[in-house]
């Protein structure tokens, strides 16, 4: 039979790439877009998938942490096998990479600390629960619309004509179709945490790199000053470079 994926997120930058990969490999996508903005819209959500009947649930929208607990939650309690997506910003408080999979997150406030929030939650109540740490993507298509490094560089061009970036930055990223295949891979393998990353370049080499690949015309200037390595180790899942 044909394996059912629900998918929350789907306006968002991952997700549809991570359906089309889908569909590529002969899954059948049932999800529609579910907004939950607090911990009363959750039972929404929750009445979906049991409509839809899904054999993997991969929650990549952001949300109440509730939401997370609950979906991996109901996960667990059906059998139903459950992905969460969470990011390498939850190391942002920690700014001493690189990160192998047992490095211990300080994460104190903000967007790292909710995203590891629920992580945590996640694992409480899911004790078979996927968590994959992504990092920065790449849309090959260039959109500027989603969460992706080509929107960076087009709020940076917008604001000061050119692109300011740092050869002391080593940021963790890979392409979004890179990305999703290599979700798709992790389910493979034993539940758990995972990193997942295609990248050992400055931030700087990067942008240059994309400035040739795609002929574009953009003014890139070197920032020495700030130095950071964000990279996301983990020797299981390979994900292709994203200089090639």
Same mark, same amino acid.
């Given at each position: ?158 604001? !000061?004509?050119?692109? *300011?970036?740092? =050869?002391?930055? %080593?940021?963790?990223?890979?392409? &979004?179709? $890179? +990305? ?35 002929? !574009?015309?953009?003014? *890139?200037?070197? =920032?020495?000053? %700030?130095?950071?390595?964000?990279? &996301?180790? $983990? +020797? ?9």
């Amino acid at each position: 039979m044909m394996v059912r994926a629900y998918l929350t997120g789907l306006t968002g930058t991952v997700a549809p790439y991570l359906k089309s990969r889908l569909i590529h490999q002969s899954m059948e996508v049932v999800a529609k877009h579910v907004r939950v903005e607090n911990d009363q819209d959750i039972h929404h959500s929750i009445e979906d998938i049991k409509l839809n009947h899904p054999d993997i649930i991969f929650h990549l929208a952001l949300g109440p942490i509730a939401w997370a607990e609950a979906l991996a939650l109901y996960a667990y309690q059906q059998h139903i096998k459950f992905v969460y997506i969470s990011t390498a910003s939850v190391f942002d408080d920690n700014a001493a990479g690189p990160y192998p999979i047992d490095t211990v997150v300080k994460a104190k406030s903000g967007y790292p600390l909710y995203k590891f929030q629920c992580e945590e939650a996640v694992r409480n109540v899911n004790p078979k629960a996927y968590i994959l740490r992504i990092g920065w993507q790449i849309d090959p298509n260039q959109r500027t619309d989603t969460n992706n490094m080509f929107r960076f560089f087009k709020e940076q061009l917008d604001r !000061q004509g050119k692109i *300011i970036v740092s =050869d002391r930055f %080593f940021p963790s990223t890979s392409w &979004l179709p $890179d +990305t999703a295949k290599a979700i798709l891979e992790c389910i493979q393998h034993p539940h758990g945490l995972y990193h997942l990353n295609g990248n050992r370049h400055s931030l700087f080499a990067i942008t240059v790199y994309l400035k040739d690949h795609f002929h !574009q015309t953009w003014l *890139i200037e070197k =920032d020495s000053n %700030f130095s950071r390595n964000d990279i &996301l180790l $983990d +020797t299981r899942i390979k994900v292709p470079p994203i200089i090639r």
